[in-house]
């Protein structure tokens, strides 16, 4: 008999979303995600690209205190436009609690895992950000596994206070010392002392908030590189998202919010998107839950037009070979002409070609006779893992 995942949640009542919105429920996203949520069976389930499920748990309240925090985002993302016809995204509903934070922890493992060997995509709204344990203990065994944040701040333990989820990396990093590469986007440094980002792990490719507001293209190689984005929502300014847990003048705009998450939903590598630290208490007229809606209905945009971009899968890339001096083999660099993203190609110990985005910016350092740090990186994070191994 085959196991049937969805007994793990409490199924959400689509006719308390489509009987309340102003517009043709046909037309909404809502109905074409009610549409694919009612037809899937245990024999069928394989068949999804991606599924969302409500995380109603809040570290910081009684684990019998959930969060109403997916219905929430749930009754403002379904009032949103359909975005295809065909969008095969289903959503499972709430997770059951546990007996205890760390049973829901283990119970996000359960799922995320279940979904990766499915090659379904988990989209996981609502509660604290420090769900996101549970969701990178599902790679523990991935050395190739990397973590992206978008967060003001860098959540890592500040001295000996107790765990919550705004110390919840420093778990992470001592759950997966050997994480490859950790990313935080649209950090504040102004709150952020440099020496806790020795606390990280992996290679760092940080992006904070100013050089962000300068170019947001920037985060976009940094997301086709990651397997798992959380999204804090208390990264966008306090006067766009007052339903956010933390509270700050400066922040991302909500435009600049959308824009990240779509660029995640582009990600052929992203596995796990996950948006948290949602607040109903704070929410001055639902703005921070449309808010929440909007990123996730980007998300999903960008998701349906992945492309599956990687150079050696793809006729359009045009193929750079780069002669650096010191080096004793050129340096590959691929270009999509049709939408001008960059990748360089790096051959592991074992001849495999991997294949890592990058920008433009690395390919010109490579002309001007300089070998690119991040380049650099790579070769050496793959050659402690070959040496491990």
């Given at each position: 008999?085959e ?15 489509s ?5 043709n429920w046909?037309?909404l996203?809502?109905?074409?995600i ?12 394989q ?11 809040d570290?910081?309240k ?7 925090a ?11 436009t ?16 546990a007996?205890?934070?760390k ?5 996000i493992r359960?799922?995320?895992e279940?979904?990766?060997?499915l090659?379904?995509?988990t989209?996981i709204?609502?509660?604290s950000?420090d769900?996101?344990?549970g969701?990178?203990?599902?790679f ?10 978008i967060?003001t701040f860098l ?5 000996k ?6 110390n919840?990396?420093?778990?992470i990093?001592?759950?997966l010392?050997n994480?490859?590469?950790f990313s935080?986007?649209g950090?504040?440094?102004h709150?952020?002392?440099?020496e806790?980002?020795s606390k990280t ?10 050089r962000?507001?300068?170019d947001?293209?920037?985060?976009e190689?940094v997301?086709?590189?990651t397997d ?6 208390g990264?966008?300014?306090y006067?766009e998202?007052?339903g ?10 909500s435009?600049?919010a959308?824009?990240?998450?779509k660029?995640?939903g ?11 630290e949602?607040?109903s ?6 703005l921070?839950?449309?808010l ?6 980007y998300?999903?945009?960008?998701f ?7 150079p050696?899968?793809?006729d ?12 004793d ?12 993203q960059?990748?360089?190609q ?9 294949y890592?985005?990058?920008t ?13 740090e991040l380049?650099l ?7 402690e893992?070959s040496?491990d191994?």
């Amino acid at each position: 008999m085959e196991m049937d995942i969805r007994h793990y949640f409490d199924k959400v009542d689509f006719t308390r979303f489509s009987e309340t919105v102003q517009s043709n429920w046909k037309y909404l996203i809502g109905s074409s995600i009610e549409k694919r949520t009612l037809s899937v069976t245990p024999q069928n389930i394989q068949k999804l690209d991606a599924v969302i499920i409500g995380a109603p748990f809040d570290s910081r309240k009684a684990d019998t205190n959930l969060s109403d925090a997916p219905h929430k985002i749930r009754k403002e993302l379904y009032q949103l436009t359909k975005i295809d016809t065909k969008l095969n995204i289903a959503d499972f509903g709430n997770l059951k609690p546990a007996s205890s934070v760390k049973g829901n922890y283990h119970a996000i493992r359960d799922i995320v895992e279940f979904c990766n060997e499915l090659e379904i995509v988990t989209i996981i709204i609502g509660g604290s950000q420090d769900l996101s344990t549970g969701i990178c203990e599902a790679f523990k065994s991935n050395r190739m596994f990397s973590f992206s944040t978008i967060d003001t701040f860098l959540d890592v333990k500040k001295s000996k206070e107790a765990f919550n989820s705004t110390n919840y990396l420093s778990r992470i990093f001592t759950s997966l010392p050997n994480l490859f590469q950790f990313s935080l986007i649209g950090f504040q440094s102004h709150y952020i002392a440099p020496e806790y980002f020795s606390k990280t792990k992996g290679i760092n490719n940080n992006i904070r908030l100013g050089r962000l507001r300068d170019d947001i293209s920037e985060a976009e190689p940094v997301l086709r590189n990651t397997d798992v984005l959380s999204f804090d929502i208390g990264a966008v300014k306090y006067s766009e998202a007052p339903g956010g847990c933390s509270f700050t003048p400066n922040g991302l705009r909500s435009e600049e919010a959308c824009q990240l998450a779509k660029y995640a939903g582009l990600s052929d590598r992203l596995k796990v998107f996950g948006l948290f630290e949602y607040s109903s208490e704070k929410d001055q007229h639902n703005l921070t839950a449309k808010l929440s809606a909007q990123i996730v209905w980007y998300f999903i945009e960008g998701f349906k037009k992945r492309r599956n971009n990687k150079p050696n899968e793809n006729d359009q890339n045009i193929m750079y070979q780069v002669e650096v001096k010191n080096l004793d083999k050129p340096l590959v660099f691929y270009k999509n002409v049709e939408n001008n993203q960059w990748w360089m190609q790096i051959i592991a110990s074992d001849e495999k070609s991997i294949y890592f985005a990058c920008t433009e910016k690395e390919y010109n350092q490579a002309s001007n006779n300089e070998i690119p740090e991040l380049w650099l990186n790579y070769i050496q994070k793959l050659d402690e893992i070959s040496m491990d191994n």
